[in-house]
């Protein structure tokens, strides 16, 4: 025989062997469905909310939504600027901050300092404005940063006035 009809016999032997050993399987026999009890219910993981700053009668009032994730300061800043939801809007919730301020970005400095950049500048937003961006900043995390400044205003916000 040619070593060519070798190989070929060799190989078909191998391919008819691994056919015999999945037809016979691993010797698992088959069984009826086993009952394990109710399926699962409720909510899946962890459950995060945001709490953004909008605008109800000119002043600051603290939102709170649901998360599917934590979210990072700039993202939850750039829901700030997208607006509040159809159901915040008819309870008359509104925002200073345009769409135009988002991207934003947050920067962590030493002493729990936190410096954020809208991408419109800082001297076209108004008070409210800068207040909202401030106090939703400031939300986003468990301690509170001992301060918080908006590149492109010299206004110093106090986090004291960010209603609970």
Request: glycine share 10%; proline share 10%; with cysteine.
């Amino acid at each position: 025989m040619s070593r060519t009809r070798i190989g070929l016999a060799r190989r078909t032997l191998a391919a008819g062997l691994v056919s015999l050993v999945a037809v016979a399987g691993c010797g698992v026999r088959p069984s009826d469905a086993i009952g394990a009890g109710e399926p699962p219910s409720g909510a899946v993981g962890p459950g995060w909310e945001i709490t953004l700053y909008l605008v109800k009668d000119g002043r600051l009032s603290a939102v709170t939504r649901p998360s599917s994730r934590p979210l990072y300061r700039a993202d939850t800043l750039a829901l700030l600027a997208a607006g509040p939801t159809v159901m915040e809007r008819s309870d008359g919730l509104t925002t200073d901050v345009p769409p135009g301020a988002a991207p934003f970005s947050v920067t962590t400095k030493p002493g729990g300092r936190l410096v954020v950049t809208p991408s419109t500048p800082a001297n076209d937003l108004s008070p409210l404005a800068l207040e909202q961006i401030a106090c939703t900043t400031a939300a986003t995390r468990q301690e509170t940063p001992t301060q918080i400044t908006i590149t492109g205003t010299r206004k110093r916000i106090d986090l004291g006035k960010c209603p609970g």
